[in-house]
């Protein structure tokens, strides 16, 4: 939060870092999705629209200044979890504070799921 006293105070609410988070990440290559609660589910499927803040936490660190920011991604079969995770860290970083002008402490990412290829469930003849 910035304050300028002539001017009153800007707050940034915690699902505004979420929707920014989402969108980050969904432009990942190897990362299918993220895994949302069933309400999440829910309201996409009624509104129609992608719920970018769907399988985004945000949290302020113990100094109540940094967000520390939680990502439970659903990862693509067949690509480097390690490398997906690190290049999901530095890109919801880089986005989230070149947006808003506040720091991140920490990015955890938590592989909640993976995605296998269609061909797998495929009926073979």
Not at 27 to 52: L, S, Y
Not at 103 to 121: G, R
């Amino acid at each position: 939060m910035s304050e300028k006293p002539e001017l009153g105070k800007v707050e940034i609410f915690d699902e505004v870092i979420r929707t920014i988070a989402g969108v980050a990440v969904s432009e990942i290559q190897g990362i299918a999705g993220m895994r949302g609660t069933f309400i999440e589910g829910i309201k996409q499927a009624t509104t129609g629209k992608k719920d970018f803040s769907a399988g985004v936490d945000v949290k302020k660190d113990g100094s109540g200044v940094k967000y520390i920011i939680d990502l439970f991604i659903i990862i693509e079969y067949n690509v480097n979890v390690m490398e997906v995770s690190a290049r999901a860290q530095e890109v919801v970083k880089e986005k989230v504070e070149a947006i808003t002008s506040q720091s991140v402490a920490a990015v955890n990412v938590h592989v909640a799921d993976i995605k296998l290829p269609d061909s797998l469930f495929e009926k073979r003849t």
